[in-house]
């Protein structure tokens, strides 16, 4: 199994521009989860879904961010407009079930 | 509330020493789950082991051991004989029922074995 796969692994854009993150988990895996590290609030859950559903978003720092899974094998973090504050490295996560998960190398997003 | 500390920001051994890395927690709830991730250089988190809060059988895999006691809220992992591999930052981590089973990680401790 290839594991979780995000891409970009590194993504540079300037402040109000779009930032759109991909997933795609371990196949058979029912949940799917966004994280957030930064060095100020270490790792930090965003969203999960579990069979494609939202189940909590409330980690989502504000309106710009956005998630989805239109499928079991493929997610988007989405940030409009994005700011220098959301530099930070997002991680996709998939389980197959609430417990240990499997993590994705990350994206490191850098906003300038 | 949920709460995973880990008091030991950075330590440095040298190769083939032992090293405890040392992890509390707090959760009011009776069912709760303990992790210990490991995130090298390259970036990304690798699942150690997961202890049930109702098993607190220590556990030995190869050069890892963990020590989880219910009395003092620790769930300490411990690296025999280190290796410059095992240089990484590893996470303690909390999953609770009543936390609605999503993931608390603590700080993390950075640990950095010279040859």
């Known amino acids: 199994d290839a594991g979780v796969i995000q891409s970009p692994r590194h993504e540079v854009t300037e402040m109000g521009q779009e930032v759109t993150l991909r997933c795609k988990p371990i196949?058979?895996?029912?949940?799917l989860f966004w994280y957030r590290q930064t060095m100020m609030r270490g790792l930090e859950l965003l969203i999960y879904?579990?069979?494609?559903?939202?189940?909590?978003d409330s980690g989502m720092p504000e309106d710009r961010f956005s998630a989805k899974m239109p499928n079991a094998s493929f997610s988007t973090l989405k940030i409009q407009p994005s700011e220098p504050r959301d530099s930070a490295v997002y991680f996709c996560?998939?389980?197959?079930?609430?417990?240990?998960?499997?993590f994705g190398q990350g994206t490191r997003l850098t906003v300038v | 509330a949920q709460k995973v500390t880990q008091a030991q920001t950075e330590i440095s051994v040298v190769e083939k020493e032992d090293v405890t890395l040392d992890c509390v927690y707090e959760?009011?709830?009776?069912?709760?789950?303990l992790f210990w991730y490991k995130q090298p250089p390259s970036g990304e988190l690798v699942f150690l082991i997961r202890?049930?809060?109702?098993?607190?059988q220590n556990e030995i895999s190869g050069r890892y051991s963990w020590n989880f006691q219910k009395s003092t809220s620790s769930f300490n992992f411990t690296i025999t004989a280190s290796q410059v591999v095992d240089s990484a930052v590893y996470f303690c981590?909390?999953?609770?029922?009543?936390?609605?089973?999503?993931?608390?990680f603590g700080a993390g401790t950075r640990l950095f074995v010279k040859a």
């Open positions: 996560a998939s389980s197959f079930s609430q417990l240990e998960a499997f």
């Open positions: 196949s058979g895996h029912d949940y």
């Open positions: 879904f579990n069979n494609n559903v939202p189940i909590d």
């Open positions: 959760t009011r709830d009776t069912t709760y789950y």
């Open positions: 202890r049930n809060s109702f098993d607190e």
């Open positions: 981590a909390l999953i609770s029922v009543r936390g609605g089973f999503k993931t608390i």
